[in-house]
């Protein structure tokens, strides 16, 4: 029988503290353990982590008593009216933008610019200066060109 | 045949009984589906609607169970199921908000747990340690955190867990012993390495 390494020792452990070896493996590890110290301790330990994780486990979680079925079917119904709205409002929103979109595209006539008359002018106080020099007003006049009061 | 058999026995319940059966099986299961979902989540809130989802999903596809096999394991494995579908989810969802939103703190559960005892310094000590351990588990990958909630937390054995979470038993033994050994590191790191000498 060849002898185990501690390596391979310390890997199976955990299963050797939990029992979930088979019993000639079981047997060789006890052995191993009688003569190596440093497996030994880090077997305990990893007892004392088991031993630890166990009694976490059975601290008690404060239990919210679950709601009977019924209930439980009742909330997932008013759930999934409130995600069908949803989902209905999004799906109709989106047909909306699309419908939008190629309406707008489908009804677009490019301007052209020759189709507009004047109507007013507005010169603005800076164009008047630049035009006619210093003695410009400061203040933009409306000229009418076409139609009237 | 145990698709058979499963149908025979599903098919001489009524629908009342049924419904009956079913309230009582998850009464039988519910603390232990309880501490499964808190240990998994960490949130009240969200192991409330974990189990809620699970229960409305057994109750569903109940005509897949098979008596011969124990019903808290196979509302279990629905458990992780909904989990681990959850976490997919907020994984995708923390891709396109990465941002947490104000109240959306994770709330600790480590608050629920009443240590026993009269001392109230030996009682804040345990807290502080169960609060601790409580964040090395949480802080494992998600496979040996659902393998050591299972095994060592639950009591269930390799496989039992190899079932529940559908992974082979030397899959298990590894994660589980892996899982065993990080959490050592993490409690020697903050307490010393004579702190587990000392346990128990």
Redesign the interface.
Known sequence: MIALDCKRVQ?K???FL?Q?LTLAEQKELEQHLNICPDCEREC???Q???????E??Q???????????EQ??Q??RVDNRIRTVVLSLVVISFLGLLWGVFSYFSHYEPIDPDSFTVVAEITTPFQEQSESGPQATFLPFLELTSGGW | MDKVASEVWYQSLTQEEE?LW??QK?KEC??K???FA?HLTRN?EKA?DL??EA??RA?KYRKSYKPQYPFSNWVCTILLNVHRQKCKKEKLMRFFVPWKEDGEEEED?WE?????GDNPEEKTIKNQ??KD??KVIEELPPKMKEV?VL?????H??EETSEIVGCPLGTV??R??RA??K??QS?EEKYGSDF??T??
């Not at chain 1, 004392?48 to 166990?54: G, I, P």
């Not at chain 2, 629920?112 to 026993?116: L, Q, R, S, T, Y």
């Not at chain 2, 095994?151 to 009591?155: A, E, N, P, W």
Request: glycine share 6%; hydrophobic share 45%; proline share 2%.
């Open positions: 890997e452990l955990s299963s939990d979930e305990e330990k990893l004392a982590v088991r031993d630890m994780l166990e976490f486990g601290a008690g979680v404060s239990l919210e008593e679950s709601l009977p079925l439980i079917e909330k997932a | 419904k079913f309230e998850i519910q603390p589906l309880t501490k808190y009240s409330q189990i809620q229960l409305l109750f559960l629920f747990i009443a240590v026993e340690i169960w351990l409580g050591v095994c060592d937390l639950l009591g054995s390799y033994r590894s589980l012993h065993r050994k959490i050592k409690v587990l000498a346990w128990g």
